[in-house]
């Protein structure tokens, strides 16, 4: 199953931010929405990603003088990214080599979507689900 099917239909509204947003107004967003990261974009170009790692990483680094840094300075780029057509086994595979947690979803150069391992896992797991369900009613026919 490929990523687009994830989110095809999906009303996900994906909250960003540009490289010139302060550190301390791209942490209220993630605190407002309850994210943990937001794609950055520069007009419809994807050029980073900052998340609470990111946050955490130039806080004990800088102290707190960073929260007035643009996001620019402290974001995680170029972003890892995955093709709308990537299966889902391979976007996992990538986060888990990446150690990352969230993954822009790109068609061509445009950004699509924006999924996390949560999404891609819960995703995983219905089908686990959905098999094993098949395999019982198999079995007791």
Do not use: W
Not at 73 to 79: D, G, L, R
Not at 87 to 92: C, F, G, R, S, Y
Not at 102 to 113: D, I, K, N, R
Not at 114 to 131: A, H, N, P, Q, T
Request: glycine share 8%; net charge negative; charged share 25%.
């Amino acid at each position: 199953m490929t990523i687009a099917y994830i989110i095809e239909g999906r009303e996900q509204q994906i909250i960003t931010c540009s490289p010139e947003h302060r550190v301390h107004d791209a942490a209220r967003l993630l605190a407002e929405n309850r994210i943990g990261c937001l794609p950055v974009l520069e007009g419809d170009t994807v050029v980073g990603v900052f998340s609470e790692r990111d946050l955490l990483y130039c806080i004990a680094r800088e102290g707190g003088t960073v929260l007035e840094k643009p996001v620019g300075a402290v974001m995680t780029a170029p972003a890892i990214t995955i093709a709308a057509t990537s299966d889902v086994l391979a976007a996992l595979s990538l986060m888990t080599r990446r150690r990352i947690r969230h993954l822009p979803v790109m068609q061509g150069e445009t950004m699509a979507g924006f999924v996390s391992i949560g999404d891609l896992v819960k995703f995983r797991m219905d089908r686990i689900e959905e098999e094993a369900q098949a395999m019982r009613a198999y079995i007791s026919q």
